[in-house]
Structures are given as C-alpha cells and as structure tokens.
C-alpha cells in the first residue's frame, strides 16, 4: 500500500458514526484528487432480499441528496454481465467513485480493478469481494449477525420447550462472502450443542444466490430428508425464512417449528407477528449508506478517512479499511424499534391481518 498507511487502532469511532478525515492531500487515493464527487452504486439484485431496493436504495438516495452529490444507483438483477456493462457505462460515465454489491467476488474484483485502473475509488458496499481492491469495505459485523441468529433459535427452542432438536440449515449464498461470516456466527452457537449433543444436527444446504424460490424446493427436501423431524430452521435471512415456513404451513408445522431471518423486511416482521419466525437481525441500512456515502465523498475529495478498523481480506491477505456496524437481534417485543427507526412502517407491517397482532407487540 502507499505511504500514510491507515491506523488500524480501534478508536471508537464507529460508536458516534464519525469518521475522521486524515487530510493527507500530498498523496491522495487513486485518481481522486479533488474532482467532484460523482457516485456510481450497483446493487445486486431485487429478489434475494427486499432491502436493495426498499432500504439501500433509498437511505443511499438520502445520503448522496443531503451531500448535494450526484449520483447513480443501478440493479444488476442477478445478472453478473449486466453487472460488468453498468461497472463499464458508469466509469465511461465519469463517475469518481464506485460502490458494488458483488454478485460473486470473481466478477466483483473484474470491476474493482478496472475502476481503478481508470482512476476511479471504489468501495465494497455491505459484501467484501475476496481478492478484490476495494479502497473501503462498508457491512456490519456479518459474523456478529451469525451470531445473534444462533442464540435467537435456540432461545425460540428453549422458548418452547424442545428437548434435543434437530435443526437444519439454509445458508446463503455459497459466493457471498458475507454467508460465510454468517455460518460462522451461527456455527459458533450451535455446533457446540450439536457436539455434545444437546441438539441434532439436521441438513444444511447453501442456497445459490440466495434464491427464494429454489430456497422452497430445498427445505422441501430437507424436510423429507429428515422424515419431517425438523424442530429448528436456521435459515440466514428472511426471505429464505419465509421460504421455510411456505414448506412448513403445508405441513401444518408453522409456529411449531422457529425459524430465524434477516434484514428486518416487512414480510419477515409480519411473519414474526404471526408467530411463524422466531426472530429476525435488524440492520440499520441508513447508517451503512451514510458511511459509505461519507467515504465516496471523501475519496472524490482526495481525502483518506481513517475508519479506525480493518478486515483481512482472506484471500487476498490485505488489511482493507472497514466500517462495521452493530446488528440487533429483533423479536415480536422490539418489532417497534425498526419502525421507530424509520426503516419500515407501520402503515407496510400492520395490515388490516396483523392489527391485533402489531397492538399486542405494542406497536403503536
Ligand atoms: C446481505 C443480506 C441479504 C443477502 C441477500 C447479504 O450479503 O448482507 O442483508 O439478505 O445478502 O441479498
């Protein structure tokens, strides 16, 4: 790396959301030397989730407006060449700094590495591209969120009194970095039960690219793999939650069987009201663009921010300087605090079907 290398003291920056600019303008990042700022972001797709287009596109709209920055945000719909032709058109555009969701971290580190070789700053927005050359990587602590989903079924589990369950797995996307910290979150909950015994382990699939539909056929399969003696679904996020619990209504085993999720989405929400899904791990997306809306602006600037926090790239070896930002476990009693948030609203979560169940959980 170049001189003025990043402090990496954790310097509790993160707490306050500020981030401190270094102002080292004598050797500024990558082509970026006081241009204005023009920001490129592409985002994954519409379907494995609702937050790239509900939440991510819209917080990233409020950070790039309140900065007076101009901007571009685009979908690749899952699909990795239109992926590349965005990355192309948005460089050729002039954009001074691209932001990528990677679809698989081969692709993503294609265009990380033409951006730079353009002069363009880039960052990983919320999945790091292994390999890659990302300038920032901005996501929330994904091992964490693993984490908060292990010990959110199993105290579902104990909620309900299951002795010796058998829990099955439907991870996320086996090219998403991200999947990865989030088995090992949850792996570091449960396999310690699974080796003494105190739980069974049932199947585990990955879901390719976290797709919902495909997501449905597997835990069908799953669940005929084990005889229909599933007690526990870990499934990594909420629309493969929802998924289960398709399979598990079909069966009349929804609400007997917890499910967990992710990302807070209505319909995951709804399904908690409804007593179907045992929990789910907020992520307040607007923070997340903000400081990856901070960082963007920065570069354009020639700044270099000091972020007070690295991660190690596994497989490129790199210490790349990161913002991670804090999960929340959130279950039927804290369902307001998402609202609260401005993340959804009430009006999207209780629907005419779950008012009474929104006024229990005291969502007013
Ligand atoms: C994100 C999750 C999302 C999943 C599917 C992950 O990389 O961190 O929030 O649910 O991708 O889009």
Same mark, same amino acid.
């Given at each position: &790396? !170049?001189?003025?290398? *990043?402090?990496?003291?954790?310097?509790?920056?993160?707490?306050?959301?500020?981030?401190?600019?270094?102002?080292?303008?004598?050797?500024?990042?990558?082509?970026?030397?006081?241009?204005?700022?023009?920001?490129?972001?592409?985002?994954?797709?519409?379907?494995?989730?609702?937050?790239?287009?509900?939440?991510?596109? !819209?917080?990233?709209?409020?950070?790039?407006?309140?900065?007076?920055?101009?901007?571009?945000?685009?979908?690749?719909?899952?699909?990795?060449?239109?992926?590349?032709?965005?990355?192309?058109? &948005?460089?050729?555009?002039?954009?001074?700094?691209? &932001?990528?969701?990677?679809?698989?971290?081969?692709?993503?580190?294609?265009?990380?590495?033409?951006?730079?070789?353009?002069? $363009?700053?880039?960052?990983?927005?919320?999945?790091?591209?292994?390999?890659?050359?990302?300038?920032?990587?901005?996501?929330?602590?994904?091992?964490?969120?693993?984490?908060?989903?292990?010990?959110?079924?199993?105290?579902?589990?104990?909620?309900?009194?299951?002795?010796?369950?058998?829990?099955?797995?439907? +991870?996320?996307?086996?090219?998403?970095?991200?999947?990865?910290?989030? @088995?090992?979150?949850?792996?570091?909950?449960?396999?310690?039960?699974?080796?003494?015994?105190?739980?069974? @382990?049932?199947?585990?699939?990955?879901?390719?690219?976290?797709?919902?539909?495909?997501?449905?056929?597997?835990?069908?399969?799953?669940?005929?793999?084990?005889?229909?003696?599933?007690?526990? $679904?870990?499934?990594? +996020?909420?629309?493969?939650?929802?998924?289960?619990?398709?399979?598990?209504?079909?069966?009349?085993?929804?609400?007997?069987?917890?499910?967990?999720?992710?990302?807070?989405?209505?319909?995951?929400?709804?399904?908690?009201?409804?007593?179907?899904?045992? &929990?789910?791990?907020?992520?307040? $997306? !607007?923070?997340? #663009?903000?400081?990856?809306?901070?960082?963007?602006?920065? *570069?354009?600037?020639?700044?270099?921010?000091?972020?007070?926090?690295?991660?190690?790239?596994?497989?490129?070896?790199?210490? $790349?300087?990161?913002?991670?930002?804090?999960? @929340?476990?959130?279950?039927?009693?804290?369902?307001?605090?998402?609202?609260?948030?401005?993340?959804?609203? @009430?009006?999207?979560? /209780?629907?005419?079907?779950?008012?009474? #169940? /929104?006024?229990?959980?005291?969502?007013?």
């Amino acid at each position: &790396m !170049r001189k003025g290398i *990043l402090t990496i003291a954790a310097v509790g920056l993160l707490a306050t959301g500020g981030l401190t600019a270094c102002g080292d303008d004598s050797s500024p990042e990558s082509g970026s030397s006081a241009k204005t700022p023009k920001i490129g972001v592409i985002l994954p797709d519409s379907k494995s989730s609702a937050r790239w287009e509900t939440a991510d596109r !819209r917080f990233l709209e409020e950070a790039f407006k309140s900065a007076g920055v101009q901007y571009d945000i685009q979908n690749a719909q899952n699909d990795k060449t239109a992926f590349q032709t965005i990355a192309d058109q &948005m460089i050729t555009s002039g954009v001074t700094a691209l &932001m990528i969701v990677n679809l698989d971290s081969g692709t993503g580190k294609a265009v990380l590495d033409k951006a730079k070789s353009q002069g $363009v700053a880039t960052i990983d927005y919320d999945r790091l591209t292994l390999g890659g050359s990302a300038q920032y990587y901005v996501s929330f602590d994904n091992e964490t969120v693993g984490k908060l989903q292990g010990e959110g079924l199993s105290k579902c589990l104990t909620d309900k009194g299951v002795k010796n369950p058998v829990v099955a797995y439907l +991870n996320g996307s086996p090219t998403d970095n991200n999947a990865t910290l989030f @088995k090992a979150g949850y792996d570091s909950v449960l396999k310690p039960k699974f080796d003494s015994k105190e739980y069974t @382990k049932g199947p585990e699939d990955s879901v390719p690219a976290w797709d919902n539909a495909q997501a449905t056929t597997i835990f069908e399969q799953q669940l005929t793999k084990a005889n229909g003696k599933i007690d526990g $679904v870990l499934a990594a +996020n909420d629309g493969l939650g929802n998924a289960a619990i398709s399979i598990l209504k079909k069966n009349n085993l929804n609400g007997k069987v917890p499910v967990t999720g992710q990302d807070a989405s209505t319909e995951g929400l709804q399904n908690i009201l409804a007593g179907d899904q045992c &929990m789910t791990v907020y992520k307040a $997306v !607007r923070e997340e #663009a903000k400081a990856a809306s901070d960082l963007a602006i920065a *570069l354009a600037k020639g700044e270099r921010k000091d972020t007070g926090q690295t991660v190690k790239d596994p497989e490129g070896g790199r210490d $790349v300087p990161s913002v991670l930002l804090t999960p @929340k476990a959130i279950y039927k009693d804290n369902i307001k605090d998402v609202i609260a948030d401005g993340y959804v609203t @009430k009006e999207e979560v /209780c629907t005419a079907a779950f008012a009474k #169940a /929104c006024a229990d959980a005291g969502i007013s």
